[in-house]
Antibody, heavy 121, light 108 residues
Framework: QITLKESGPTLVKPTQTLTLTCTFS??????????VNWIRQPPGKALEWLAV???????DYSPSLQSRVSITKDTSKNQVVLTMTNVDTVDTATYFC?????????????WGQGILVTVSS | EILLTQSPGTLSLSPGERATLTCRAS???????LAWYQRKPGQAPRLLMF???RRATGIPDRFSGSGSGTDFTLTISRLEPEDFAVYYC?????????FGQGTKLEIK
């Protein structure tokens, strides 16, 4: 059974750094083609793709957030970590992780339930 | 960046009716890299369709997808009570991956 689960703080203050972890099971990140993405959805707004980490260490970022986000992986722990610096109230959103299984041109076939992160002083 | 515009924003229909949701891209979507997702409150998004017209594992055949270039359609032939949700299209052919703003399918 393939599962992904997001974890991290649910409340952060403006200007702080947000660190979210996606812990997955049921597949190996060493398998060719695997990718784990981060996506967010502000309340009442659309889904927004943030970043992806691939099995081979390649990564990609949304141009609009590239200066503030970084993505890393720990294959031994089955985790992918998203770090976002200097958060603001506009970063309040539900953050999801989603899997790709056939490289950079494949859909997100499994998603986590999401974690609601509120940015507020 | 490829912008996706979905219409209508809200669709009110009754169980048993046919639903047609559209997704228009600001530029040609590479090849057939267009997907549809279903999202229900409190649940993870669920992949319905990929490659424009291919159903994901376990998706019933009342769901179908069509289109090419910049215009795409998700059709639900006969609505079941569990189909009322928000639907998103996504292009995954070009980075950054982008999503439409969603169509809310509600019970009339």
């Amino acid at each position: 059974q393939i599962t992904l689960k997001e974890s991290g703080p649910t409340l952060v203050k403006p200007t702080q750094t947000l660190t979210l972890t996606c812990t997955f099971s049921g597949f190996s990140f060493s398998t060719n083609g695997m990718g784990v993405n981060w996506i967010r959805q502000p309340p009442g707004k659309a889904l927004e793709w943030l970043a992806v980490m691939y099995w081979d260490g390649n990564k990609d970022y949304s141009p609009s957030l590239q200066s503030r986000v970084s993505i890393t992986k720990d294959t031994s722990k089955n985790q992918v970590v998203l770090t976002m610096t200097n958060v603001d109230t506009v970063d309040t959103a539900t953050y999801f992780c989603g899997r790709q299984s056939f490289g950079d041109r494949s859909p997100f076939d499994y998603w986590g339930q999401g974690i609601l992160v509120t940015v507020s002083s | 960046e490829i912008l996706l515009t979905q219409s209508p924003g809200t669709l009110s229909l009754s169980p048993g009716e046919r639903a047609t949701l559209t997704c228009r891209a600001s530029q040609r979507v590479p090849s057939v890299y267009l997907a549809w997702y279903q999202r229900k409150p409190g649940q993870a998004p669920r992949l319905l369709m990929f490659g424009v017209s291919r159903r994901a594992t376990g998706i019933p055949d009342r769901f179908s997808g069509s289109g090419s270039g910049t215009d795409f359609t998700l059709t639900i032939s006969r609505l079941e009570p569990e189909d009322f949700a928000v639907y998103y299209c996504q292009q995954y052919g070009n980075s950054p991956y982008t999503f439409g703003q969603g169509t809310k399918l509600e019970i009339k």
